[in-house]
């Protein structure tokens, strides 16, 4: 079975602290992918990153990073120095390798930046 | 570049009317839809899934509808649409090829009184 969690419900920061949201994932594939989504109060769903399953490298991204670590299946993201635009809800998905036409969302993290 | 286009953006319709929400993916061909739906505050619930022209797979029993009549083309529909039906709904698409992500049109807020 294919399961995300997200256990942090919403969040909230003061600007410039970093953050760092968790997502802990099932599959008993060998081969799968992870997503990260940001989804600001406009509501769209904006793609931020996709990692295999067999490249564990961490990457950074100006501000965000994100923190792959199959030995604890998770696949963590953090943001450094948040601004109030980070504000949003964060979504961690899986797609599998081996029937890949459904993605499996986590619930969702509730990010507030207070200025 | 692909994209994608969802409409209306807003909807507000009585209880027992019907329901038609479409999306429209350019510069692609012949990819993954889908519809998923989101409850105020809450997570993303997959409703229909499609990998073809006809091909509708459904996730969850309820009253509504999904038909891919064109290649780039998906419907979401309802005969008589429910209060538990408000919500805020979201067409995605993805390419064939497992590491392809998914992406979102803007959604459609759907509201029924």
């Known amino acids: 079975a294919q399961k995300v969690t997200q256990a942090q419900t919403e969040i909230s920061v003061v600007e410039k602290e970093d953050v760092t949201l968790d997502c802990v994932y099932e599959?008993?594939?060998?081969?799968?992918?992870l997503f990260w989504y940001k989804q600001p109060p406009s509501g769209e769903l904006v793609f931020l990153i996709r990692r295999n399953s067999f490249d564990e490298q961490n990457e950074i991204s100006g501000r965000y990073s994100w923190n792959f670590q199959k030995s604890t299946s998770s696949f963590n993201f953090t943001i450094t120095a948040s601004q109030v635009v980070d504000s949003a809800v964060y979504f961690c998905?899986?797609?599998?390798?081996?029937?890949?036409?459904?993605?499996?969302f986590g619930t969702g993290t509730s990010l507030t930046v207070i200025p | 570049s692909q994209t994608i286009h969802q409409w209306p953006a807003t909807l507000v319709q009585p209880v027992g009317s019907p329901l038609s929400l479409e999306c429209t993916v350019e510069g692609t061909s012949n990819p993954n839809l889908y519809w998923y739906r989101q409850a105020a505050g809450r997570g993303l619930q997959l409703l229909f899934y499609?990998?073809?022209?006809?091909?509708i797979s459904s996730e969850v029993p309820q009253n509504l509808s999904a038909s891919r009549p064109q290649d780039r083309q998906f419907i979401l529909s309802s005969k008589k649409l429910l209060l538990s039906d408000s919500g805020f709904y979201l067409c995605a698409w993805s390419v064939l090829g497992y590491n392809s992500p998914l992406h979102f049109g803007n959604g459609t807020r759907l509201t029924v009184t």
């Open positions: 599959t008993r594939d060998t081969t799968y992918y």
């Open positions: 499609s990998v073809g022209i006809g091909q």
């Open positions: 998905a899986l797609r599998s390798g081996n029937t890949g036409n459904q993605f499996y």
